[in-house]
T-cell receptor, first 117, second 118 residues
Framework: GAVVSQHPSRVICKSGTSVKIECRSL??????MFWYRQFPKQSLMLMAT?????????EQGVEKDKFLINHASLTLSTLTVTSAHPEDSSFYIC?????????????FGSGTRLTVV | AQTVTQSQPEMSVQEAETVTLSCTYD???????LFWYKQPPSRQMILVIR??????QNATENRFSVNFQKAAKSFSLKISDSQLGDTAMYFC???????????????FGKGTKLSVKP
């Protein structure tokens, strides 16, 4: 249980275009989802926290106009990289909190490798 | 603010042997969870083991066990009988439990790259 499905797994786009990444919770309701960025051989860097039905909270230094997050339902959060540039090339991972009685934890999507050419 | 430190960027171990990965953290919180996540070459984050701070007993999951030293703020991971499939990045993570049981964000260490050699 507690599976998060992330699509696409890989995407190549041209500089200046926009790319949307989807993250769906398959068997639970995710009121809060997290978006991370990971550079090669580095740790996960939290970009933003998305809450269903409200505006996302962005970490310091993350451009909210470039990385648009929408969490319109309890099972879907999307990250749109607008006007992508080569420096936006990275690995993006979503995560959701797991709520069970007496259990705390997170589950992760399988990630999206974005290459901007 | 909480911080998580993994002082070993890379480690290697022979198949079937035992290896210990180090993790220290800094917090003033009393109620929190600690996790070890594995990220294999597929880059899927996989939960290896979790430890509740209020539990004195060290968590164990098959070949994986932790040495949780709360006073020293240390949380090491021991992998016994290492297998080739254990080759991965390992991340230590901290999560505070807030007032009313609210769940904090995960704070990750920089990771340790473990290579299991045949």
């Amino acid at each position: 249980g507690a599976v998060v499905s992330q699509h696409p797994s890989r995407v190549i786009c041209k500089s200046g275009t926009s790319v949307k990444i989807e993250c769906r919770s398959l068997d639970f309701q995710a009121t809060t989802m997290f978006w991370y960025r990971q550079f090669p051989k580095q740790s996960l860097m939290l970009m933003a926290t998305s809450n269903e039905g409200s505006k996302a909270t962005y970490e310091q230094g993350v451009e909210k106009d470039k990385f648009l997050i929408n969490h319109a339902s309890l099972t879907l959060s999307t990250l749109t990289v607008t006007s992508a540039h080569p420096e936006d090339s990275s690995f993006y991972i979503c995560s959701a909190r797991i709520f069970k009685t007496g259990y705390y934890g997170y589950t992760f999507g399988s990630g999206t490798r974005l290459t901007v050419v | 603010a909480q911080t998580v430190t993994q002082s070993q960027p890379e480690m290697s171990v022979q198949e079937a042997e035992t290896v210990t990965l180090s993790c220290t953290y800094d917090t003033s919180e009393n109620n929190y969870y600690l996790f070890w996540y594995k990220q294999p070459p597929s880059r899927q984050m996989i939960l290896v083991i979790r430890q509740e701070a209020y539990k004195q007993q060290n968590a164990t999951e098959n070949r994986f066990s932790v040495n949780f030293q709360k006073a020293a703020k240390s949380f090491s991971l021991k992998i016994s009988d290492s297998q080739l499939g254990d080759t991965a990045m390992y991340f230590c993570a901290f999560m505070k439990v807030g007032y009313g049981g609210s769940q904090g964000n995960l704070i990750f260490g920089k990771g340790t790259k473990l290579s299991v050699k045949p």
